[in-house]
Each structure stands twice: as C-alpha cells, then as structure tokens.
C-alpha cells in the first residue's frame, strides 16, 4: 500500500487584508488524461492570491468556498467560467491585471 505525502505551508496574513475568495480553473493535459482543475484562492487587498485549495470535482471547490465564505465573512468571486470575449480584448491595465489573474 503507498503511503502519499502532503506538505502543508502555514500562511500567515491578516484577515482584514483579504477582499475576497476567488474561484478558477485551469485545464490539465498529461499523457494519458486531461481535466479540468478547480482552485480556491484568498484576494488580499494589494492583488496577492494566496491558494487555499486545488480540486478536481467542481462541486467540492463550491462547497469549500462556500464555507469559507460564510465563517470569514468574505464574498466569493466565482471567475470558473468567465472568459473574456475577444472584442473586448484591449490593451489596457485592468485586462492584463485580469489576463494574469484569472484567463
């Protein structure tokens, strides 16, 4: 039987200096399978994520964010399926501080 290893990292932050929990996806592809992955990040009011959680059921990540929406009184930004539409798409800051962060 495997024994799996995870390594825990302990973030220290005050709770005040984050704005919200930010839900997004990334698509995985490796050799012979290919998901979508789902992660859960805490916005602090200077723009860093700081990621809580990475899943693969859509519905866990929503019931994570959820939770920790509701006890620490932060609003979720649920950015899964937001996609800018490619006539919008300008050459400004505010689209590639979005770009980077969410696309």
């Not at 916005?43 to 959680?53: F, H, K, M, Q």
Request: aromatic share 10%; with cysteine; hydrophobic share 40%.
């Amino acid at each position: 039987m495997a024994i799996m290893e995870h390594k825990c990292t302990a973030v220290s932050f005050r709770p005040f200096s984050t704005t919200t929990v930010q839900l997004i996806r990334e698509f995985v592809s490796g050799n012979k399978s290919s998901y979508y992955s789902y992660e859960l990040n805490l916005v602090r009011t200077d723009g860093e994520r700081i990621n809580i959680a990475d899943h693969g059921s859509l519905h866990a990540i929503l019931v994570d964010a959820e939770t920790l929406s509701n006890y620490s009184s932060i609003p979720v930004w649920d950015a899964i399926d937001y996609r800018i539409p490619e006539q919008a798409i300008k050459s400004d800051i505010k689209h590639d501080f979005l770009r980077r962060n969410i696309i």
